[in-house]
Structures are given as structure tokens and as C-alpha cells.
């Protein structure tokens, strides 16, 4: 079975932009969760998608959206981009959702904002 | 939200086991405790999790303490490949979501 794919694996924006992220689930998981990781923070959630809809959300700006679709194939975007959105962002998927679920994640996507 | 607490770091030498620990003292009846690693340059990957009893699987052991305030993962035999950092979490109830703290950065000697 294929794992979480991530696209692009790297990316180099510049202050202002905006971006678009890929995240691929396994086959029958319908429940993908997004987390952003940095030097300074760490690992940190941003959002879960299950069934197209947004389930949870994490503490940031509204700057960072993102969207599920009818195959659980989701998307994360980031408007205005700073700098300090440089990071390392991870999409993972489990089978609903359940606290108890596993999740698989990805190899990530590198964004640089210059 | 339940909190744990990991050291930062823990060193070992390779064919040895390593025992990481992990402190959860307001861990609630229904929590589970879940461990994922981070090697380098990869997305984290889930290792094992368990609820009271201790459980095994082909990567590791888990130890929980009768109270379930803390909880040990055991790498019977480490090898090189197992040096990463390893995270103790208790996921949120009816939420997907993962609270990861700082972990515990396990170096491996040859």
C-alpha cells in the first residue's frame, strides 16, 4: 500500500505570495491532519480534514486554509506569506480520525519564504 | 490537555536496550499513550501505544506503570537506524489531533 505523498517536496516563495500544498492520503483513510515544524516550535497542529470537513483547527492565523476533497486528497494554503512561515509542513492521514488512530505521515513539504 | 514530560536527550550504545522514559501525571483514565519517532529528515512515524496493560510489537515495547503516570518505551536492541527523536503523546479525546512536546533526542554509538 503507498504511503502519504506530499507535493511538492520543496518550495521557495518569496515575502507576500501565496502557496498551495498536496497531501495524498493512503487509500481508505478518510481523515488528514496538517502540522507545521520549526527549529523554534517544534511540531504543531494546524488543522484536520474528515469527510471535506474541517474537524479541528489549530492556534494559527487565518492566513493558513486548507480543504478536503470527495477522494480525501487535501490541500493547505498559506496567503501573505512571511518569513516566519519557513517550515517543514507534514500532512498526515488515519483511517476516521479516531484519538486512537494511528497516523501515517508524509515526508513533508519544504517551504522556504525569502 | 494531558502534558508529559521527556528528558531531552539519552545516549546508548548500539545492540544495547534503551529505555525511554516518559512522565504523564495527569494522564486520565481514557487517555492512551501513544510514542512516534522523527528520524532525520523524515515526517514522524508511529511506533507503538497502549492504554494500561504493556504491550509489544515487532519495533518496541511498552512498559506502563500501574498508576499509568508514567510509561517507559523499551528498543530491545537499538541499532543505528533507531537514532531519532522519539515523542511520548496522549492524544486529545475526540480529537485527531497530536500535541507534540520536545521529546527525547536518542543518540545511537557504533
Known amino acids: 500500500k503507498a504511503g502519504v505523498t506530499q507535493t511538492p517536496r520543496y518550495l521557495i516563495k518569496t515575502r507576500g505570495q501565496q502557496v498551495t500544498l498536496s497531501c495524498s492520503p493512503i487509500?481508505?483513510?478518510?481523515?488528514v491532519s496538517w502540522y507545521q515544524q520549526t527549529p523554534g516550535q517544534g511540531l504543531q497542529f494546524l488543522f484536520e480534514?474528515?469527510?471535506?470537513?474541517?474537524?479541528n483547527k489549530g492556534n494559527f492565523p487565518g492566513r493558513f486554509s486548507g480543504r478536503q476533497f470527495s477522494n480525501s486528497r487535501s490541500e493547505m494554503n498559506v496567503s501573505t506569506l512571511e518569513l516566519g512561515d519557513s517550515a517543514l509542513y507534514l500532512c498526515?492521514?488515519?483511517?476516521?480520525?479516531?484519538?486512537?488512530?494511528?497516523?501515517?505521515f508524509g515526508p513533508g513539504t519544504r517551504l522556504t519564504v525569502l | 490537555d494531558a502534558k508529559t514530560t521527556q528528558p531531552n536527550s539519552m545516549e546508548s550504545n548500539e545492540e544495547e536496550p534503551v529505555h525511554l522514559p516518559c512522565n504523564h501525571s495527569?494522564?486520565?483514565?481514557?487517555?492512551?499513550i501513544h510514542w512516534y519517532r522523527q528520524l532525520p529528515s523524515q515526517g514522524p512515524e508511529y511506533v507503538i501505544h497502549?492504554?494500561?496493560s504493556n504491550v509489544n510489537n515487532r519495533m518496541a515495547s511498552l512498559a506502563i506503570a500501574e498508576d499509568r503516570k508514567s510509561s517507559t518505551l523499551i528498543l530491545h536492541r537499538a541499532t543505528l537506524r533507531d537514532a531519532a527523536v522519539y515523542y511520548c503523546?496522549?492524544?486529545?479525546?475526540?480529537?485527531?489531533?497530536?500535541?507534540f512536546g520536545q521529546g527525547t533526542r536518542l543518540t545511537i554509538n557504533p
Open positions: 487509500s481508505g483513510h478518510r481523515s
Open positions: 495527569t494522564i486520565s483514565g481514557t487517555d492512551y
Open positions: 480534514y474528515f469527510s471535506e470537513t474541517q474537524r
Open positions: 497502549g492504554l494500561t
Open positions: 503523546i496522549l492524544p486529545i479525546q475526540g480529537a485527531q489531533k497530536l500535541v
Open positions: 498526515a492521514s488515519s483511517l476516521v480520525g479516531r484519538s486512537t488512530d494511528t497516523q501515517y
